[in-house]
């Protein structure tokens, strides 16, 4: 079955870096594109970056371009995001496996705090 576990998520100061790990298994994860989507405390979800099969291409929000990187190892099925940080970034950060114009399988999320 499909599963996407995260991992990489904890508290870091403002001005800060965390890297998101999300091991991918039960499927062809290089045939796919994939995506993270954060929700912020009182929040709605946010699609936030996306990036093709292979891993040239890739998209982001505007607003965290320059500050969120995401990549890919198809020989290891992992899925990363690179943050740079600020306070509004605080929220649970989930990777998923996209369809269509959606996401069809989610991981359980890795939460990310933003304090001093």
């Known amino acids: 079955q499909v599963q996407l576990v995260e991992s990489g998520g904890g508290m870091v100061q403002p001005g800060g870096s965390l890297r998101l790990s999300c091991a991918a298994s039960?499927?062809?994860?290089?045939?796919?594109?994939m995506g993270w989507v954060r929700q912020g405390p009182g929040k709605g979800l946010e699609r936030i970056s996306s990036i093709n099969p292979g891993g040239g291409s890739a998209t982001n929000v505007d607003s965290l371009k320059g500050r969120f990187t995401i990549s890919r190892d198809n020989a290891r099925n992992i899925l990363y995001l690179q943050m740079n940080l600020k306070p509004d970034d605080t929220a649970r950060y989930y990777c998923?496996?996209?369809?269509?114009?959606?996401?069809?399988?989610w991981g359980n999320g890795a939460l990310v705090t933003v304090s001093s």
């Open positions: 039960g499927f062809t994860f290089s045939s796919y594109y």
């Open positions: 998923a496996r996209s369809k269509a114009y959606g996401f069809d399988y």
